[in-house]
């Protein structure tokens, strides 16, 4: 079988650019350093995009490349110092206050996000975009069960952190 003709680069970023920007929010607080990590994502998706054999689909392809350069990312990070999921469909017929309500559980599920450990904040986000557990696995280059298990456990962090019952 052939491989599919690469896609152009400016289709990938339309159809996948929101996704990216969640994932680079996933790694990234601070607005700058988000936009940096998103410009270096949008880079390294471009420079990959020869190598996208169809053997996944582009979509699990594009966010595989994503994390692995938002790790890479951050280990530069970590090394330079020395060691919005945001929801796009609000309700129109929510009240002020509800929105901000809204606004918060979601600032305080990012934060807590971010706070749980690389291989469990990888399968959140990439639950959170609707990817099935075997795409997940896919994407991160491990089995279907482990993927299971460490959204298992975020789940329960999670939980735990945000003071929900499971």
Not at 147 to 162: F, G, K, M, P
Request: proline fraction near 5%.
């Amino acid at each position: 079988m052939d491989a599919p003709a690469s896609p152009r680069i400016e289709d990938v970023l339309a159809e996948q650019g929101p996704m990216l920007a969640r994932i680079a929010g996933s790694y990234e607080a601070e607005p700058a350093r988000r936009d940096d990590l998103l410009q270096e994502v949008s880079l390294a998706v471009w420079k990959a995009l020869p190598r996208w054999r169809g053997e996944s689909s582009l979509r699990t392809f594009v966010a595989r490349v994503a994390h692995n350069r938002a790790i890479d990312h951050l280990a530069r990070e970590r090394n330079a110092r020395g060691e919005e999921l945001h929801d796009e469909h609000p309700d129109p017929g929510a009240t002020p206050v509800q929105h901000a309500e809204a606004h918060q559980r979601r600032a305080g599920l990012v934060a807590a996000v971010r706070q749980l450990p690389l291989g469990q904040r990888q399968v959140v986000v990439l639950a959170l975009e609707g990817f099935a557990l075997r795409e997940i696995g896919e994407a991160l280059g491990v089995e279907e069960n482990t993927v299971a298990q460490r959204l298992s456990r975020a789940r329960r962090q999670l939980n735990e952190w945000l003071g929900e019952t499971a």
